[in-house]
């Protein structure tokens, strides 16, 4: 037992949490405050978390368990205070899912202890599912600074702070108030922490994260369309106006009422459209339960979407409410506007009109969009275009509308431009609404550098011009700084002449040009005249010059600083004075930090420095960058001193592993891309060019040529961008940012790769855009020096954004009613694959040679169409005229929620899977459920005139899933006739050729599903593998080749040895085909296990995450466990010993493998396709 009473005293309420439980408790344990006590309390789990909790008891003594009968956290809550040490001086709350940092407590207090404030509360980071942490919205305005004896009184901001678990309260005020949370009801924060906020004396807040919140599925905060979830925040939220009603009337209950209609009651009326009528209903009566006691001048001072969104709240209006959320979410604060004194806002998916007083138009809600797309150097001049235009008003010409654009430095100093008006597409296209056509908002205007000149020996050093644009109609004018968030990277440093430099920046988001005079200029180096030293040379201005000058280098990290003397001498020039250091590699060397999470490049900022002087370097694009080696990093890594420019023209030093440096960058004239640099190091091991795209991490790998002695090593690589090979086939880098890195074949992971980077004296020749089969490719610079490529849209501005859409879709109704067209067109998962049972179809209608045009469906060019066929883009205008007038649509996904099918038109739904996994209607109330999706299903079913199953089982599910009650085809999956082919063994021989398999070798396919919280961005997920390859290769690498398949909406790197053990064949089109070739089958969850059953061959289920899967993510149609027709393993040794003999690992598994064949594999005989065909046709 502890001898002192604990200072802190943490209370850690448990429910069915042991998934998370340990990092939570050991989170605490690790505390730098190490005289706490943790109060845990079990509130009834029903899994393992009871003895995780048990453990810690007995192991730590600062750790004490009590248990008690299921009762909710705010019963938890004050059981654990209960439980405390009644001499404990601080409190605080954990939630059993999260993690505290490890000084979170002692900074909280310590804070508490100088202040002697009464709560003091820090930032929270949300921990995603992957182990990533990010910026909790909710606190970062808040949490943006620290501000000791505070108040929220003052600090309105605090609202936003209302959770228990990011706090240290002093216990002797929570006494004093007899603070304690709310029983039987969830969001049980609220109510005690914003009382608490009001009757502290003072607070202090941290910028500093105190709490890492977890991201969980099936969290009580990741679920809001419930009607206890409404009844109970509207509840808290009442008695917290009600406590301030009594307390602090007035201002701060205005605030409150005003702040809880804008987040905490919004948090639920966004939610309306995916909410049951029992939910819409609650949330009408207990919304207008608080608002009956708002002051009305509440509701007139909210933003006009609130306040007319509140309007229909008490009108009762919910389907016109639904209406505008939906279309809030497509398209954010767009609207029609009429009047021109009075401005009134009309939003057209409203039936009825509401009072104009509501309605009403204030200035903020008609602001100007503006944004910089391309600024560029020609001919000493700085060329800049983007676009313009007021939000919500249409775009007029000629005298009705006035446009100009201005720098401005200070008050003292403008540079007026004029705006020349163009067409650009673009800026309909990214607007995010389809009310109006700004594709005339376009602007250029040209800069004249001689106008921003500084004096080169009076008045200031330096001018900072901002750019302005701005638009004058009807009595309004707006302006506004253009945002640069669609331009690529600011333009390189402009030189005019040696006493003078306009350095443009994007800074905040906005575009400034640094008019600056030069003081002190780089000019050479080279290996010192002492051994282990690099000679610097450059030029000062003479009348600088006082006494002594050191060149000082400034760690980017540390700010530790190294001093190298400099001589100063003459015959430099009128004005000038020569100087020159010497700087020892070693003095570098030493001021490396000693901590192994340094940064693995360091930057030092160079600076002459003497009486009155302290000048950074220019170095001009004509300076070629140095390169000299330093000792190896902790890691081993080689490492080399740099001498580079920076992006804002600067001499930068660094110390750094040994980066390729690309002396050019190019485009060839049949449309190649090369690139050249050098790169000192020797590898060890061979080298690859990867290209990763920044939003998803998908990666294409291409071969690099070196040359050249150890040292001066040069490097020259090559690759079609428009056509990068693959084993399906060439098809073109997909849209997005690519970046450009070395790295060593087989590496394990990334932490080695080195970006390539492009010398500031070839800036100049960048962006150099070619077009290429249908989209432009751009290469650029970004984070000052790395390169890139951009790859744009295949689809036009026209085709683009959500007017693009509407516009389309009015096409689309309108070609309905033109002649149909004898075609087929197939859609294989929205066009990214020539694949599954749409191909089985075509090439059946191709064997019988039915007299139709064949139409495939691609997304973003990524799947290749067979020869003979006609390829359309998903979301393009061919596409939405296929859709319209072809007989015949054959599709594996769902169509769009705007397709309705012609009454001579025939659509065949062939899904792409039997259903282990809920899915449509099935996940309705979990939460994994889209109810917006969900809502729709009913109506696109019925634009099916048939619904393939793929077995018996499947049939009903289908049904239920979709609530399709048209006709089912119960004729087996057309994919899965490959199986059954007389020359499927000729197929499997020419695969397996393809792919490279050695004669003799055994495949085993590898190919788990995709996981809803595993996401990366762009609409991807991460394969999160937990199969340890590099033991895999050790243990089967001799006989075996692991082929592995991710899912089609899963991105993320595959490690690979090198050796052609594993095999990524994730871009390989059909998998059906390789599942023909397979010994035995590795997956999941994944839906192949039924196609797979076919062969007869082994399935092992890598079911590392089963319980989690099954009862939060998504849930199964069937006990899976009970069905499987193999061994399901968690762990990746386990399934590595299965994989050496996977017959026997599955000869237990002899009956039920059986009875899974009978019962998911009873319509397949080989003839599956030539079913669907006749009955289409």
């Not at 929620?897 to 039997?914: A, L, P, S």
């Amino acid at each position: 037992m502890l001898n002192m009473p604990p200072r802190l005293s943490v209370v850690v309420p448990v429910y069915n949490v042991e998934l998370f439980l340990t990092d939570c408790l050991k989170s605490l344990a690790e505390q730098t405050m190490t005289d706490l006590e943790v109060v845990m309390v079990d509130d009834g789990s029903t899994d393992g978390s009871a003895a995780l909790a048990a453990e810690f008891a007995a192991s730590d003594d600062r750790f004490k368990l009590v248990t008690q009968e299921n009762g909710g956290l705010g019963h938890a809550r004050n059981t654990g205070f209960r439980n405390c040490d009644p001499e404990s001086r601080y409190l605080a709350f954990c939630d059993s899912d999260d993690i505290i940092p490890p000084d979170a407590y002692q900074l909280l207090v310590e804070s508490l202890e100088e202040t002697g404030s009464d709560l003091a509360s820090g930032n929270v980071l949300r921990l995603r599912a992957g182990g990533k942490l990010v910026q909790s919205p909710m606190f970062r305005k808040p949490m943006a600074t620290t501000r000791k004896r505070t108040h929220i009184s003052r600090d309105w901001d605090l609202f936003s702070d209302r959770i228990a678990c990011n706090k240290v309260f002093r216990r002797s005020f929570w006494d004093k108030h007899e603070l304690a949370f709310p029983v039987g009801t969830l969001y049980e924060d609220a109510p005690v922490v914003l009382p608490a906020h009001f009757l502290a004396g003072s607070v202090d807040i941290l910028k500093d994260p105190v709490y890492y919140w977890r991201d969980r599925p099936g969290s009580i905060t990741a679920s809001r369309a419930v009607v206890r979830g409404v009844r109970d925040r509207a509840t808290h939220v009442q008695g917290v106006s009600v406590f301030l009603a009594q307390n602090r009337p007035g201002e701060a209950k205005n605030r409150y009422d005003a702040y809880a209609l804008a987040n905490d009651l919004w948090y639920f009326m966004e939610v309306l459209p995916d909410g049951d009528q029992e939910y819409r209903d609650a949330f009408l009566t207990h919304t207008n339960e608080f608002i009956d006691q708002v002051d009305p001048s509440v509701l007139d001072g909210l933003p006009l979407r609130l306040r007319v969104m509140w309007y229909l709240v008490r009108e009762h209006r919910m389907d016109e409410l639904i209406a505008l959320l939906l279309q809030e979410k497509r398209e954010p604060g767009a609207f029609e506007v009429s009047g021109m004194r009075k401005r009134v806002a009309h939003y057209p998916v409203l039936t009825r009109p509401v009072p104009a007083p509501v309605a009403r138009v204030a200035d903020r809600d008609l602001p100007l969009a503006a944004r910089l797309r391309d600024a560029q150097w020609r001919d000493g001049k700085l060329h800049l275009s983007g676009y313009a235009y007021i939000r919500n008003l249409p775009v007029t010409s000629g005298a009705g509308e006035f446009r100009i654009g201005w720098l401005r430095a200070g008050r003292r100093h403008v540079v007026p431009l004029r705006l020349r008006r163009t067409d650009e597409p673009e800026a309909t296209a990214r607007s995010r609404q389809s009310l109006h056509d700004y594709h005339r908002a376009g602007f250029e205007t040209t800069v004249d550098a001689s106008k921003l000149r500084v004096q080169a020996d009076s008045g200031p050093k330096q001018l900072t011009f901002q750019f302005q644009v701005g638009i004058a109609r009807g009595g309004l004018l707006r302006r506004a700084f253009p945002s640069v968030r669609e331009a690529s990277v600011a333009p390189p440093v402009h030189r005019p002449d040696g006493d003078h430099r306009i350095v443009p920046a994007f800074e905040g988001d906005k575009l400034v040009l640094h008019s600056e005079r030069v003081d002190a200029r780089f000019e050479t180096h080279g290996p010192g005249d002492r051994s282990g030293t690099v000679k610097v040379t450059g030029v000062v201005r003479a009348r600088l010059v006082k006494d002594e000058l050191t060149l000082v280098l400034t760690h980017g990290a540390t700010k530790t600083t190294v001093e190298v003397p400099v001589t100063v001498g003459s015959g430099a020039g009128a004005g000038w004075s020569r100087f020159t250091a010497e700087l020892p590699l070693a003095a570098v060397e030493e001021s490396r930090p000693a901590d192994e999470d340094a940064p693995k490049s360091v930057a030092y900022s160079v600076h002459l420095v003497g009486t009155g002087l302290k000048a950074s370097l220019d170095a001009p694009g004509s300076v070629h960058p140095g390169r000299y080696p330093l000792a190896a990093g902790p890691d081993g890594a080689r490492r080399e001193l740099a001498l580079v420019a920076s992006a804002r023209g600067n001499l930068v030093i660094s110390d750094r592993p040994v980066q390729p440096a690309v002396e050019l960058a190019s485009w060839t004239d049949d449309g190649r891309l090369f690139l050249e640099g050098t790169f000192p190091e020797d590898p060890e091991h061979p080298v690859e060019l990867v290209v990763q795209n920044s939003a998803h991490r998908e990666e294409q790998v291409f071969p690099v040529e070196f040359t050249g002695p150890e040292g001066a090593r040069r490097f020259r690589a090559e690759l079609r961008p428009d056509a990068v090979e693959g084993p399906g086939g060439a098809v073109p880098l997909g849209e997005g940012n690519w970046y450009f890195f070395f790295r060593v074949k087989g590496a394990a992971d990334e932490s080695g790769d080195r970006a390539l980077r492009i010398p500031a004296s070839a800036f100049h020749t960048l962006p150099a855009t070619r077009s290429l089969g249908g989209r432009d490719y751009t290469l650029e610079r970004r984070f000052g020096d790395q390169l890139l490529v951009v790859s744009g849209s295949v689809l036009s501005a026209a085709e683009r954004g959500p007017r693009a859409k509407r516009l389309l879709s009015e096409a689309y109704a309108a070609q309905r009613s033109e002649p149909l067209r004898a075609a087929a067109l197939y859609s294989a998962f929205d066009g990214r694959q020539y694949s599954d049972s749409p191909r089985a179809v075509y090439e059946e209608l191709v064997r019988r040679g039915t007299e139709v045009e064949h139409i495939w469906v691609v997304r973003d060019q990524q799947a290749i169409a067979p020869e003979g066929t006609t390829a359309v883009e998903h979301d393009s205008a061919a596409w939405h005229e296929a859709l319209a007038r072809s007989r015949y649509v054959i599709t594996n996904t769902q169509l769009p929620e705007w397709f309705v099918r012609r009454e001579d038109q025939t659509v065949v739904q062939t899904w792409h899977g039997t259903p282990l996994k809920r899915i449509g209607l099935e996940l309705a109330g979990t939460a994994q459920a889209n109810a917006g999706y969900i809502a729709t299903l009913a109506e696109r079913a019925r634009q099916w005139n048939f619904l393939v199953s793929p077995n018996t089982f499947s049939t009903p599910v289908l049904r239920r899933s979709f609530g399709f009650e048209g006709e089912v085809l119960e004729c087996g999956y057309p994919r899965n006739d490959i199986f059954h082919a007389p020359d499927r063994a000729k197929v499997a021989a020419a695969v397996r050729e393809k792919l490279g398999i050695p004669a003799g070798k055994r495949v085993v396919l590898y190919a788990p599903t995709w996981r809803e919280d595993q996401r990366l961005g762009g609409g991807r997920y991460s394969l999160g593998l937990q199969l340890d390859l590099a033991a895999a290769e050790r243990e089967l690498g001799e006989d075996t080749v692991l082929l592995v398949r991710r899912h089609y909406m899963v991105t993320d790197r595959l490690p690979d040895s090198g050796t052609g053990f594993v095999k990524d064949v994730s871009r390989y089109p059909d998998v059906g085909e390789l599942m023909l070739i397979s010994d035995a089958l590795v997956t999941d969850y994944s839906s192949l296990m039924f196609d797979f059953a076919q062969t007869g061959r082994p399935m092992l289920f890598h079911t590392y995450d089963l319980e989690h899967y099954r009862d939060t993510l998504r849930g199964f149609s069937f006990d899976f466990e009970k069905r499987a027709p193999g061994p399901l393993i968690p762990g990746s040794d386990d399934l590595i010993a299965a994989l050496k003999d996977p017959e026997g690992a599955i000869a237990g598994h002899a009956k039920a493998y059986e009875q899974f064949r009978h019962d998911f594999c009873d319509l397949d005989d080989g003839r599956a396709t030539a079913r669907v065909v006749d009955r289409m046709l």
